[in-house]
């Protein structure tokens, strides 16, 4: 019964697992940029944000094609709708690494950007990305929950990151700049965390159609 | 709100088949309640049970109790006749009489004994208004109702059960013979009946009940499975049977 719909479904199901791999993909790029400071590896960023945005308008009419198409009820529906909102989020993590990718090719050659404490960050940005996309896939309520949680622990790299660049700008006033730029990429990579924290949301939504915003969130 | 009917551990059999089985479910007051299910899942027995248009089943047997506003349906203190002009039906398929719009609409009333020109006048002009035909139909009142379009008899029908004042409604799939415009008119109506009124509708249309209802009650196999407000039911069942029917996923 319904297998065509079941079909589509699966369609669905790993249309959003690839915008979430090229997420994943336009985040761990901009960082190897970043710390390898190789505008070269930077530009390639471009391309990937691109199909992104391909992918959220693509999947965006699947969504609204099957809202029309099958009249989802229960947990489809939650399904359905729980997607459309996920690839909002997934588009601006693109923008994202995208913005970081920008950056990355304005800082000068000269400068050593492999901070530790940035390469954790941005390590821990992806991961966040990739588990509530999972969340989603494997319906894991747990797993969602765990990125919800996690974003504290990017949070707190981002006032580390923010620290040590006051100690910079404090010892090499003439960094300034620079220093800018690595607090707006850092700045970028908690927003990421954000955005990963509202697709683990809408995960958990679609398994308990409950969204945390308000109890009555049911469709 | 109150409860209007109560079933407490209803069973019924049509000969050796249980076409019911231990159902109890309360419906409220001035309320919309859905019944929905697969062919054969006893929603329309159901139905049928209410105003004890079973009894005219030869062999037909019932364990349990229905109440209506407290007292007990089958009880031999019952009058039936009272019972069913309290609880009425609208059919699947439109049933006029074959006769005029306002001797359709006046043969209910005629029936309980109320004879004077200008009481059926105003009955039948209420009723019409009330199933929102009067406009369609006020000049020709002495035309065949036969003559009507299907979406138009059926609403004449509506307009027939609301003659004798009832307090119930009950519509076993009232708009399936109907087309979408006839239908929306219906479901218009039966919204806006539900300010005076309790509907108890069934429906083999899962977006009508979505639509239309404020409780649904899922049926499978003789058994009421899950009973919840419409909401709840359709975007979070709590039982596996009834998500595997609402989503089209059944068997």
Known sequence: MRSRFDEQLDNLFKDLIMMGSLCEEAIALAAKALSKNDSKLAAKVHPIDEEIDRMEKEIESNCLKLLLQQQPVARDLRQISAALKMITDMERIGDQAEDIAEIVSFIPKDKKNDSLLIEQMAKAAIKMVTDSVDAYVRRDPMLAQSVIDSDDTVDHYFDQVKSSLISLITENPDDGEYALDILMIAKYLERIGDHAVNIAEWVLFSITGIHKTTEEHSV | ?251
């Open chain 2, 1 to 251: 709100m109150s409860d209007i009917i109560t079933a407490r551990d209803l069973s019924l059999w049509y000969g050796n088949s249980q076409a019911l089985k231990n159902v109890n479910i309360r419906i409220p007051e001035k309320n919309i309640t859905a019944l929905i299910g697969p062919s054969g899942c006893g929603k329309s027995t159901f139905l049928k049970t209410l105003n004890r248009m079973n009894d005219l089943v030869n062999s037909v047997k019932i364990t349990g109790t229905v109440q209506y506003r407290g007292e007990d349906i089958f009880s031999p203190s019952m009058d039936v006749n009272e019972l069913r002009k309290n609880i009425g039906m609208v059919f699947q398929k439109p049933n006029p009489f074959p006769m005029s719009i306002y001797d359709n609409i006046a043969y209910g009333p005629r029936t309980h004994g109320i004879t004077a020109k200008s009481d059926l006048d105003e009955i039948v002009e209420t009723s019409l208004r009330g199933a929102a035909i009067w406009e369609e139909v006020k000049d020709r009142l002495k035309k065949n109702a036969m003559g009507l379009s299907g979406g138009q008899q059926q609403r004449l029908c509506i307009a027939r059960a609301l003659a004798v004042k009832p307090d119930v409604l009950l519509m076993d799939e009232p708009t399936s013979a109907l087309d979408p415009i006839s239908t929306s008119k219906v479901e218009e109506l039966i919204l806006q009946l539900r300010e005076e009124y309790t509907i108890i509708i069934v429906t083999h249309n899962m977006q009508q009940a979505v639509r239309i209802s404020d409780r649904t009650a899922f049926f499978l196999l003789g058994e009421l499975i899950e009973y919840s407000s419409t909401n709840q039911l359709f975007s979070q069942p709590f039982d596996k049977r009834t998500e595997d029917y609402i989503t089209g996923r059944f068997g």
